[in-house]
């Protein structure tokens, strides 16, 4: 197993609370981009676009570029009045390994990409299909919820939403956010033992 695998794994074994809580809380992205599917998880290495609201063009553009465990992250400018991406283009990306989509904007098909098992995050559903005129950027810092990703950071995804781990801080964090979680099944077996009340 390579390097990013094995980080990949170990942050799949934490929580995003807890990822949260190791970096003062902070770097968690605003809880209005949720999961589109019951039991969403989703962990691996940003690959950005910046895009006008409600256009794809940078995100068709950027499709066949990506590679086994990113995370395509995409600045939709919060726009939710028009979907960025639905089943087909999340069905190219699943084809190539993407661990999955987070957009500060909106998207569609969702039964279709739940049905995929596909992780997307988003700040909302609807039919309304995108333009395809441009502009947009890739591979540049991003906003994402108030926190910014760069390519290459970690993007950790559950139930709870999203955090985003700096790419230097990666071994410390998820040691730290396991250490956590750690300390925290030993307090809930002495709640469940009654040894704490
Ligand atoms: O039409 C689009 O570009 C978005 C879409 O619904 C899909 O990818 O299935
Ligand atoms: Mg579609």
């Not at 890739?138 to 950790?156: E, F, K, N, T, Y």
Request: glycine share 12%; hydrophobic share 45%.
């Amino acid at each position: 197993m390579n390097a990013d695998a094995a980080l990949r794994e170990r942050f799949a074994g934490v929580s995003v609370s807890h990822l949260g809580d190791v970096m003062d809380r902070l770097n968690v992205v605003d809880g209005r981009i949720r999961p589109i599917w019951p039991g969403c998880r989703l962990a691996g290495r940003a690959v950005t676009v910046l895009t006008a609201g409600g256009d794809n063009r940078a995100i068709h553009e950027i499709i066949p570029a990506l590679k086994d465990g990113d995370v395509l992250v995409v600045n939709g400018q919060g726009v939710t009045h028009r979907a960025l991406i639905g089943e087909l283009i999340a069905e190219r990306a699943q084809r190539r390994g993407c661990a999955g989509f987070v957009l500060d904007a909106a998207v569609r098909d969702a039964d279709e990409i739940a049905g995929l098992r596909f992780p997307v995050y988003a700040r909302g559903v609807i039919p309304a299909g995108p333009y395809r005129n441009g502009p947009g950027r890739s591979g540049v810092p991003v906003a994402l919820g108030g926190v910014v990703v760069r390519p290459g950071d970690w993007v950790i995804g559950d139930s709870d939403g999203l955090a985003v781990v700096p790419q230097e801080e990666a071994e410390d964090i998820v040691a730290k956010a396991e250490s956590k979680r750690d300390t925290e099944l030993q307090q809930q077996d002495d709640i469940r033992a009654g040894r704490i009340v």
